[in-house]
């Protein structure tokens, strides 16, 4: 069996990658090529087999999913401690990968993005567009169009995207929220403290480092991440959240909630917003991922 490289395939057949489209344009054509084109949930397994790509090595890996070991060889390694659901999507975006490991340097990709790292990409750009693109491989966009028509932009529509593409809740969400025609967004909240809070902490007295007498600043309900349409409001990392919304009350109580009522999520003050609230258990710890919709 001998390795066949997809992206090198797919640029001596599509010549030009400068957009977002001729990369979602490849994860069509890792479908069409192995041959599991409109099937649900996609074939990774399919896809690797056809382009002969090792089965990925499982490993414990600190702080991230997975790599791209040996673009050569085609060796991908995942965290053996993620879910399954989490490794599948990880596999689909080390695919992405492939085709990035052979992009010249300083090719410009449009978008108003330049790729001018050494590798010819910008680090943090090529991840985002590996996700976009690794979700669509997963969760075709006319798939999920249909969906949206037929359930609306919720968490009943998100399972069963989830179910059927064999994905996890939170990946279907995120995707179900960019491809919205409204200002949908998807929040993780946690309890913590903000990041200058902890600093202060440790600069203004270093006691706080061995003394448990003494405590800084109360945690909070706060951004972890946020990621949504292209029209919906920025929500910045690390904002928190009034004790009287139904978002603390999902932490709270342990409860789904959902309704609409006025929030300060930064940028617009007090505008008013609706939000479906998930709360679920992260290593003990109570966590939130919310589906919100900026009404106005």
């Known amino acids: 069996m001998v390795f066949i490289h997809p992206g090198k395939l797919f640029i001596e057949i599509h010549k ?11 994860t069509e054509f890792l479908k069409v090529e192995s041959g599991i084109n ?25 702080g991230i999913q997975g790599l791209l070991l040996d673009k050569d060889r085609g060796i991908i390694v995942l965290n ?55 979700a669509n491989l997963l969760m075709p966009y006319e798939y999920i169009n249909q969906l949206i028509n037929q359930q609306g932009v919720n968490f009943d529509c ?30 993780l909240w946690t309890l913590k403290n903000k990041p200058s809070e902890i600093k202060n902490c440790h600069t203004k007295d270093q006691m706080c480092l061995f003394d ?13 991440w946020s990621m949504g349409s292209q029209s919906a409001p920025f929500i910045p990392k690390n904002k928190s959240i009034e004790e ?3 978002i603390n009350k ?37 966590q939130v991922l919310s589906l919100i919709e900026y009404l106005g």
């Open 16 to 26: 030009n990658v400068e957009s977002l489209e001729d990369v979602f344009a490849y």
């Open 38 to 62: 409109g099937n649900l949930p996609v074939d990774i397994s399919a896809i690797l087999n056809h382009f002969q790509i090792p089965i990925p090595i499982l490993k414990p890996l600190s």
């Open 80 to 134: 053996s401690t993620d879910p399954s659901s989490r490794q599948k999507f990880t596999q689909a975006h080390e695919l992405i990968e492939f085709l990035f490991s052979v992009l010249p340097n300083g090719s410009e990709f449009g978008n108003g993005w330049k790729l001018n790292k050494p590798g010819g990409y910008k680090e943090s750009t090529k991840e985002f567009i590996c996700n976009l693109a690794a």
């Open 158 to 187: 998100a399972r069963i995207i989830s179910d059927e593409c064999e994905i996890s809740l939170s990946a279907a969400l995120v995707h179900l929220a960019r491809l919205s025609p409204g200002n949908h967004s998807i929040v």
């Open 212 to 224: 448990d007498n003494i405590s800084g600043p109360a945690k909070k309900i706060r951004v972890e």
């Open 244 to 246: 009287s919304s139904l």
């Open 250 to 286: 999902a932490w709270s109580t342990g409860l789904f909630t959902e309704g609409k009522e006025r929030l300060d999520l930064g940028g617009r003050k007090s505008a008013f917003y609706q939000t479906q609230n998930w709360p679920f258990k992260n290593n003990g710890e109570t």
